[in-house]
């Protein structure tokens, strides 16, 4: 695993031209992006290069929030196209849903894999929606979100009881076949479960652990998020 720590900023610029490097060496291809705070900043970052090669890219949304409207603006669907596909030209834009998981394995396949996802992380090692007891060997699966993950992402529901029980994600499996990785970190409140990604056994109690045995994972964090691997 390779580890990059610098300012938020500096770290956003760096994911950002990672991101591009991918989509001008290879033309098309496909490429999940998570949603969030953090990876936010890499897109604003990404958005501001002007990378034409971008708009040929397959985007796949890692995961998404299920029983929300078409065009709910705090589905990841809805957020992704708005800092990141259409301001770059993505057309091509796949979405899980519960009753076509398998069928988005299959496209992620039929464009001949990820090669790269973008991924930020849980204050409980999640990546995507993949909590802790996910299986390793997953695939894009409906899952029931902890009590944590909601109070992570309450405040883009305006309160805890707002965010939705369940979601659809792509699964450990799914991702950890990405041919790259990359994964963003920022602020203190992610330093415990940094150092569990970094060090701690990999475990299912800890998603992103997994992440250790991938063969080309670069970890980007901030000096706040890396305060307990330095
Ligand atoms: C959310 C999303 C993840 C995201 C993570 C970190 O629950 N499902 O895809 O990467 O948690 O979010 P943030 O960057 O806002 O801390």
Same mark, same amino acid.
């Given at each position: 695993? $390779?580890?990059i720590?610098?300012?938020?900023?500096?770290?956003?610029?760096m994911?950002?031209?990672i991101?591009?490097?991918? &989509? @001008?060496?290879?033309?098309? /291809?496909?490429?999940?992006?998570?949603?969030g705070?953090?990876? $936010?900043?890499?897109? !604003?970052?990404?958005?501001?290069?002007?990378? @034409?090669?971008?708009? &040929?890219? @397959?985007?796949?949304?890692?995961?998404?929030y299920? +029983?929300? !409207?078409?065009g709910?603006?705090?589905? /990841? #669907?809805y957020?992704l196209?708005?800092?990141?596909?259409?301001k =770059?030209?993505i057309?091509?834009?796949y979405?899980?849903?519960?009753?076509?998981?398998? @069928?988005?394995?299959?496209? *992620?396949?039929?464009?001949? +894999?990820l090669?790269?996802?973008?991924l930020?992380?849980?204050t409980?090692?999640?990546?995507?929606f993949?909590?802790?007891?996910?299986p390793?060997?997953s695939?894009t699966?409906?899952v029931?979100?902890?009590?944590k993950?909601?109070?992570m992402? #309450? !405040?883009?529901?305006?309160?805890? !009881?707002?965010?939705?029980d369940?979601a =659809?994600?792509?699964?450990? $499996?799914?991702i950890?076949d990405? %041919?790259n990785?990359?994964l963003?970190a920022f602020?203190?409140e %992610?330093?415990?479960?940094i150092?569990?990604l970094?060090y701690?056994k990999t475990s299912t109690?800890?998603?992103?652990?997994?992440?250790?045995?991938h063969m080309?994972?670069?970890?980007?964090?901030d000096?706040?998020a890396a305060? %307990? *691997? $330095?």
């Open positions: 695993m $390779k580890i720590i610098d300012s938020a900023d500096k770290i956003s610029g994911a950002a031209a991101i591009a490097e991918h &989509a @001008k060496a290879n033309p098309g /291809c496909a490429m999940a992006f998570a949603a705070r953090t990876t $936010k900043r890499v897109y !604003e970052a990404l958005t501001a290069m002007d990378v @034409k090669e971008l708009a &040929a890219c @397959k985007a796949f949304t890692v995961c998404e299920e +029983g929300l !409207e078409d709910d603006q705090r589905s /990841c #669907a957020r196209n708005d800092e990141l596909y259409s =770059v030209g057309t091509k834009i979405t899980p849903t519960v009753d076509d998981a398998d @069928k988005f394995d299959a496209e *992620i396949e039929a464009c001949g +894999g090669e790269l996802a973008v930020g992380i849980g409980n090692g999640h990546i995507g993949n909590e802790p007891a996910t390793y060997d695939y699966h409906s029931l979100l902890t009590d993950t909601k109070q992402n #309450a !405040e883009l529901f305006s309160g805890t !009881e707002n965010v939705p369940n =659809v994600t792509m699964g450990l $499996k799914t950890c990405a %041919k990785v990359i963003v602020g203190s %992610k330093a415990e479960i150092h569990q970094v701690g109690y800890v998603p992103a652990a997994m992440l250790q045995m080309n994972m670069t970890l980007l964090l000096e706040e305060e %307990k *691997i $330095k």
